[in-house]
């Protein structure tokens, strides 16, 4: 996986020791944090609404149009969840398009063990 190129903002699932507790969504940012060992992926809910829309924005510049109320810190969960669903899509367009482990695959989602096995290339 190491030879492989993951997009500059890519999103990932890391399930927490304890078992009652959900799957975490986080966020790796290295656009504008940059590429370094300390950024390791900031939880989507830590995040204000108006930069996770404009991640969205980011991702898929054609669908623009995108409402969401700044300010609702309730509405934060939804808005986290549209997030992941469109970094899972940008993942599964360009497995349509290529073989997933190809060189030329551009990761934008990682599963657990996935992103386990990236973490452990990237030490």
């Known amino acids: 996986m190491s030879s492989q190129q993951n997009n500059p903002l890519f999103g990932f699932i890391l399930y927490t020791k304890n078992t009652t507790l959900p799957p975490i969504f986080k966020i790796t940012d290295y656009l504008t944090r940059g590429k370094k060992k300390s950024v390791k992926g900031v939880s989507c809910n830590s995040k204000q609404v108006n930069e996770l829309v404009s991640y969205m924005k980011l991702l898929d510049p054609a669908k623009a149009?995108?409402?969401?109320?700044?300010?609702?810190?309730?509405?934060?969960?939804?808005?986290?969840?549209?997030?992941?669903?469109?970094?899972?899509?940008?993942?599964?367009?360009?497995?349509?398009?290529?073989?997933?482990?190809s060189p030329g695959y551009v990761h934008y989602f990682f599963g657990p063990e996935e992103y386990y096995i990236w973490s452990m290339d990237n030490v």
């Open 65 to 101: 149009i995108i409402n969401y109320p700044i300010s609702a810190k309730e509405k934060k969960h939804p808005v986290c969840g549209d997030l992941e669903l469109l970094m899972r899509m940008k993942n599964s367009m360009g497995l349509r398009q290529q073989q997933y482990y």
